[in-house]
């Protein structure tokens, strides 16, 4: 039986490398016993998000969040492939939710933001993106350039606003 450890080693090379099939067929290979460690899930999300494969990433990303709730990234990746496989509706409940866990996580502002701009609210789209700045100033750059905030920044809402993240 090929070792766990040896697998997610190579697995993150061919990642490392943007070799994104070799590294999900390492993932393939782990053994079922440890197909569920929270390490290999954590790997396999990674691989998940570069193919797209919105469905299986945000079930993969609930389960982290359950057992890693205090990982912010989690969060912000589960409402990423949610608003992808179902709904910025789902994934705008799921932030909501980690807002109360994370009530100063830049990140998670500046996502409800784009959410609100995409809902139409411009007003709250505007209050989220500058709470994300006020916690973190190097989201300026990415609100600038963010499609979803493309309405505020219409309106005059500010394409002095930025954020880094999974909007």
């Known amino acids: 039986m090929i070792e766990t450890k040896w697998l997610l080693s190579q697995a993150r090379g061919y990642l490392g490398l943007g070799m994104i099939e070799e590294a999900s067929g390492e993932l393939d290979q782990v053994p ?3 197909a569920q460690q929270t390490d290999v899930l954590a790997l396999r999300a990674l691989v ?3 193919q797209a494969k919105w469905p299986p990433l945000a079930e993969i990303a609930h389960t982290l969040v359950e057992r890693q709730p205090a990982e ?3 969060w912000i990746t589960w ?4 608003r992808r496989s179902r709904s ?3 994934a705008e409940i799921i932030l909501l939710e980690a807002e109360r866990t994370h009530p100063k996580e830049a990140a998670i502002q500046f996502n409800l933001g784009c959410y609100a701009c995409q809902r139409g609210d411009l007003v709250e789209a505007r209050r989220r993106v500058d709470r ?10 990415a609100a600038a350039s ?3 905030l493309a309405p505020l920044r219409a309106a005059g809402g500010g394409s002095h606003q930025g954020a880094q993240g999974a909007s």
């Open 32 to 34: 079922a016993e440890a």
């Open 48 to 50: 998940l998000q570069e």
């Open 72 to 74: 912010c990234g989690w």
């Open 79 to 82: 409402a990423y492939a949610t």
């Open 88 to 90: 910025l509706e789902a």
């Open 132 to 141: 994300a700045l006020a916690f973190d100033p190097s989201f300026r750059e």
């Open 146 to 148: 963010d499609p979803d």
